[in-house]
């Protein structure tokens, strides 16, 4: 058996068109090597005196060797000695061209191949005629040689040379006397040589070379096939009966040598004849001048070439030449393109196979564009090639093709059909999976829902079943295996369904078959009728009733079958007995075939083993339940006895049983291995185990983290014998007021020793302690949280000292600036000196008396968060609707930051919607406080994070709308809002009646912006997007949970679109009602001016540039005076401070109250700056003499990029490793003043610290004693 499958082994064969063709052709490149126009024709003379002086000898120049050689008699063929293969000792010839009496003549021809396969003698021969034949060219002077005959084959040969190149070798004999043999080969293995050369015999009339017909014109002709290397090809026989081809002109062409016809299996150029294969012969008769490729005998060489190898593949293969993919398939690729043949040939791809184009499409570019080739295995498509969608599987590649110039030309798709592989193995699997499923069924009953099971398991090939059991007669000592038959038609139950929708006619509970003719009765009696062969219904072949079927929910891919089939199960002993049916639909993208209904059989026989099982096993519990019956009356007897002996016993149980069962703890016995044999109803309820598993898995209902624990300790119980305590958890929990209750339990158990030590049995219970532990789980949860918020509690106290003191530090320093100019301003004598002075004196108070507004604005709006909370946190804030326009709430916000926007020098742009000026909206119900402080946070944000970019831009947006899904802003992520209260707001009495309309407002600016991570903690409370957020930018973290809060009061959500390092936008919209202007007294803010509508989707209400600060002035006004002297005039030290502060106003002001004392100030934003600055001091190693002269640092502590600790810690180290040659005094300068907070900043290397907010006078006496304390230590160390 196994040598036929072996044997069995399929082989596909495929034989590629022949023909001929003339290799002279227009279509045989002439670069090719070994063509005919690549050898020059001899003139007969080579003087031009001679040519001319002879009468006609111009037109005998005009002869061409070739017309000679194809009216000479003899055998004549020519090799070109350049050519290499010709220089190789062994080996057929290269020929360059043979003459017809060479073709006709089979025994020369044999010869000259030199085919003599295991004949050495003859190998002998040809090798030296082959040797004679090379040497024909070494003549030492170059000219043309004649050899001497020579003797081979029973023939005389001569051979000339030409121009020292070409070899004219001859047969002196003529092709008449040569008889034509058959096309077996002339030299046979058992003769000799010369008996073989002499003993030809005549089968068919000899040929000369003047019967060779030779037409015009015929541009595919017979050749001698050339090898890519240039050799003949040996066994290659040309039919001596057909005329040879010869193209033949009547002019004289000197240039140009004539070739013979020569064999080729090129399709694209053989001529069309009856005898080609149907495919070639189809693909030759295509129009291909229509297709993107035009006519055939325009095609590339590129194209010829694989476009052969394509038809010459024996499995299927598809070509898709150029950008268009024009398909060229073979012949066995036709069977997967069904009847997308012929009309596929020369088609575009993604016309041919538009459905499969969307997934095939990015495969196709890939390949073109990247060369990128891929494979794929079992694929599946959804194809349209047999005129409806078809489930298939298929694998297949695509390769790209490069061409000459090594850009793409087209695509190579090998493919394999795998679709009744994959059926056959999908159906397998079904029939599996209802083994597996039936296999469980213990009765009947449950056998036939097992099915329905199993069935289920393959959507695709069983849209929708019906699954019925013959009905078992009640009287009938029958087996239910042979309850149904042809001569007495069964009564049919519904067991299950698949598909079909309840209340559907076709659900049918019960059916006689006998009378019924409800559902699919009638085919069911078919069936039976028909020796129990399946019924097909086939809308195809009209069988199928349209609308029995309609309303069916369809499995799989949710369309309708296009057949049914209806098989009855049949009992395994081979009667026509049914013992129930099956109603299955067909997959409706699968043809009903040999496939299907082998699987259909398959099955019916599988129903059959597997339900003669289950009524086996039936039949063995009948038997089993009789012997049981004789078995009980005999033990009665006994029981009789034994009950009275038993019942003591049994009291005594009892009594423990009913201890065991209300006993609040669950109880349990076990043996010497630690086996449970007894446990109370409370045990189980403690522990949920299964009761239908085995007691002794009861470890397995505990939690995996606690369960190594328990069973360490239950080892000890067992194998060191001693008691035991230990607390766990079961894998039940319960729920109480949507919280998840962990049931612990606290076990105890002790083990019962015998008189030898051993154990004898263990008891033990186990208590539930889950209240207990539930209790300590809520006091850790309540300690964590009190924790936390005590952690957040002091970390918005420390945000807002910090927030609180830095202004007032500024404030109070540039108090005493102004003050200090004014009173120490004297008046020189020289006007110009007084005017420049006043100039200077202004633009200093200038600046500082804009700086206290900014700080003294940020101060109070840090309050005004906090008081805002408050309300918040108390339920006291409410929205209080008044009549506003709101273009001049907008307006009115934009004024209060005008000098914020100038000092931060930053462009400011408001704009409104046209569809707001559309809509006709002018004064509304609103309420402008609220709305003004949501405003200004967002404002706030925009400038504190957009002052520091080189990119400085603010634009506020008004809209409106009717409806929120109006608004299609991209990107805008609202946060969901979670107020339980969601009535609109403007239904109330106080909104008026007037429309109701949404205003939507937007803060775009060209800051930081956002990732995603950062975005999530927006909108929360006391959260920013980073820790470092504070740090860098300042704010409690209140602004955007204020403004939630205050639009979703409002009616409305906020959201936000940002992109790092980009921007951000900040959206809201809150709800309103249209209403009537006021009177003028009643108005709560100055009237808007009218709006006049701009082309395009918004109009430009305003655009504001930043104007110079006061600083700005100062800078080109008044040139920085030179550096103070080390001494005042008054006897007082001056130094050279380092200012390392992130704040540029506290920067500015330091430096400036520094400075108006007569110190001299650098400053660095971080302290990765100013580690900058200490190495181009005099602290730094090898800067001792020439570097700057630093006193002290004042340092920030909270700083981006690198905090004051940090870089406080890094002096240190580079004090201790010799980089910094001394010590450097550094005061601590921060606005947190907790003990704990300036320990730290001592700990890191902080000489002292300054907190926030102080004066310069108090200032400067630190300066004095840190500088004086460090040099006095510095000539201590010295010394």
Known sequence: MLKTVWDGTEVTTLKLARGTVNAASPARSSSTPGSWSSIEVATLNRSPDTQTSIPGLQVLQNVGILELLEQDDRPTFIVDALNPVNSTPTGPFSIL???????????????????????????????????????????????????????????????????????????????????????????????????????????????????????????????????????????VDNDVGDPTVIHQTNDFMPEALISLPQPSFDWTRIPLTPDLPDHIHFARTRDWASTPLGPIEEWSPELRTISNMVMGSPHPVALYWGREFTVIYNEAYVAMAGRKHPKLMGSRYQDAWAEVWHEMQSTFESAWESGQATMKNDDRFIVRRDGYDEEAFFSWSIVPLVGEDGTVVGLYNP??????????????????????????????????????????????????????????????????????????????????????????????????????????????????????????????????????????????????????????????????????????????????????????????????????????????????????QMAMRDRQELTEQLHIRTREVEESELKFTRMAEFAPVGMFIADQQGHITYSNDMWWDLSRHNRSESVNNWMQSVKDEDRPALEAVWRRLVYEKVAITHEFRFKCSRHEGGIIIDTWVLMSAYPEKNSEGGIKGIFGCITNISQQKFAEQIQT???????????????????????????????????????????????????????????????????????????????????????????????????????????????????????????????????????????????????????????????????????????????????????????????????????????????????????????????????????????????????????????????????????????????????????????STFSFYIKSRKTNAPSTENKALPSAPPLTRAPGSSTTIETRQPKASGREILSHSVKTSAPQPRYSDDGRRLFDVLIVEDNLVNQKVLQRSLRNVGNHTKVANHGGEALEVLKGSRYWQGNETSGDDISIILMDLEMPVMDGMTCARKIRELERDGTIVSHIPIIAVTAYARPEQIENAKAAGVDDVISKPFRIPELIPRIEQLVETNAHCAETTEA
């Open 415 to 628: 493919a394999f059909e795998n679709t009744r592989r994959k059926m056959a193995e999908r159906m397998m699997l079904t029939l599996r999976e209802v083994g597996e499923k039936t296999a469980l069924a213990r009765d009947i009953k449950s056998f036939w829902r097992q099915v329905n099971k199993g069935l289920e398991f393959n959507e695709a090939d069983v849209p929708f079943n019906l699954v019925y059991s013959v009905m078992e007669e009640q009287e009938s000592d029958i087996c239910s295996m042979h309850s149904g038959s042809w001569m007495n038609p069964p009564q049919l139950n519904l067991e299950a369904s698949l598909g079909v929708p309840l209340g559907h006619p076709c659900l049918v509970e019960f059916l006689d078959l006998k009378t019924s003719t409800e559902g699919f009765a009638p085919y069911m009696r078919e069936s039976m009728s028909n020796h129990g062969r399946p019924v097909t219904l086939s809308a195809e072949q009209g069988t199928l009733p349209e609308d029995l079927m309609n309303g069916f929910h369809w499995r799989g891919g949710g369309e309708p079958c296009r057949s049914i089939v209806i098989f009855p199960v049949h009992p395994t002993t081979g009667s026509e007995s049914v013992v129930g049916f099956i109603v299955m639909g067909v997959n409706p993208r699968r043809p009903y075939d040999e496939d299907y209904q082998l699987f259909i059989n398959l099955l019916s026989r599988q129903l059959a083993t597997s339900l003669a099982s289950v009524v086996l096993f039936e039949d063995e519990i009948r038997r089993g339940q009789r012997a049981a």
């Open 97 to 235: 061209y043979a003459n017809p009496a060479l073709h006709v003549s089979d025994s020369i021809r044999q010869l000259v191949y030199g085919d003599f396969q295991d004949n050495q003698d003859g190998k002998t021969e040809f090798l030296n005629f082959r040797t004679w034949v090379k040497s024909g060219g070494n003549a030492t002077d170059g000219l043309d040689a004649f050899l001497p005959s020579y003797h081979y084959g029973g023939v005389n040969w001569t051979c000339s040379t030409l121009r020292n190149r070409f070899r004219f070798v001859s047969a002196n004999t003529s092709a008449a006397s040569i008889t034509h043999t058959s096309s077996e080969p002339l030299l046979e293995r058992e003769a000799s040589f010369e008996s073989r050369s002499r003993g030809l015999t005549p089968i068919v009339q000899p040929q000369t070379p003047s019967d060779v017909i030779i037409p015009d014109g015929d541009y595919f002709g017979e050749v001698v096939e050339m090898g890519a290397d240039g050799q003949v090809q040996p066994g």
């Open 781 to 1063: 949860q309540r300690r964590e949280e009190a924790v936390e918020l005590k952690r957040q509690q002091e970390n918005f106290i420390d945000i807002t000292s910090h927030e609180m003191r830095n202004p007032l530090s500024a404030i109070l320093q540039c108090a005493d600036e102004i003050a200090g100019t004014l009173t120490t301003y004297n008046f020189p004598k020289d006007n110009s000196e007084k005017s420049e002075n006043l100039k200077l004196a202004l633009a200093g108070c200038l600046e500082a008396a804009n700086t206290i507004s900014l700080c003294a604005s940020h101060q109070k709006r840090i309050v005004d968060d906090i008081l805002t909370l408050s309300k918040l946190d108390s339920q006291l804030l409410l929205v209080t609707p008044v009549d506003v326009q709101p273009l001049a709430v907008v307006q009115r916000v934009l004024k209060m930051f005008e000098g914020e926007l100038n000092t931060n020098g930053i462009e400011m742009k408001f704009q409104v919607k046209n569809r707001y000026i559309d809509m006709g909206v002018d004064w509304v119900k609103l309420d402008p406080s609220r709305l003004l402080q949501v405003l200004i946070n967002l404002m706030t944000n925009a400038i504190k994070f957009t002052q520091s970019h080189p990119k400085r831009s603010i634009v506020v947006t008004l809209d409106a709308s009717t409806d929120i899904s109006e608004m299609t802003e991209p990107g805008v992520t609202y946060f969901q809002s979670d107020r339980s209260d969601q009535n609109d707001l403007t239904d109330q009495r106080d909104w008026g009646a007037g429309a109701k309309i949404n205003l939507h407002f937007s803060v775009q600016d060209t800051g930081r912006g956002l990732d995603e991570h950062e975005r999530k903690l927006l909108f929360q409370r006391f959260s920013q997007a980073t820790p470092r957020t504070h740090v860098q930018y300042g704010g409690s973290g209140l602004g955007l949970f204020i403004s939630r809060i205050l639009t979703e009061l409002q009616g409305g959500q906020i959201g936000v679109n940002s992109q790092k390092g980009v921007g």
